[in-house]
């Protein structure tokens, strides 16, 4: 049972933007980071050829649908987890 996301695993995002359509985003993990103090997804939505990564802020995404999961490699350690709430 997935319980987090996982880098390398391809996820499709749908995010809210300014506009009245919502961002579709379809692409794989590649991390977590921070943009100031607010918590944001980097997907890489290129072509395999190419690489094109996208930040999402986290506090604009409405949903993630997950396309192919991809178990952790190795074990968690605690320092290395991220929770977004």
């Known amino acids: 049972m997935m319980t987090h996301l ?12 300014s506009t009245e359509e919502n961002i579709t985003s379809e692409g794989t993990l590649e991390g977590f ?9 980097l997907l890489n939505i290129g072509k395999k050829s190419e690489e094109k990564l996208r930040i999402i802020p986290v506090n604009t995404i409405l ?12 074990k968690e350690e605690k320092g290395d987890v991220n929770y977004i709430s």
């Open 6 to 17: 996982t880098k390398g695993s391809r996820y499709k995002v749908i995010s809210a933007s």
């Open 33 to 41: 980071l921070t943009m100031g103090e607010e918590p944001a997804l």
């Open 63 to 74: 949903l993630i649908d997950v396309i192919e999961y991809t178990e952790d490699k190795g």
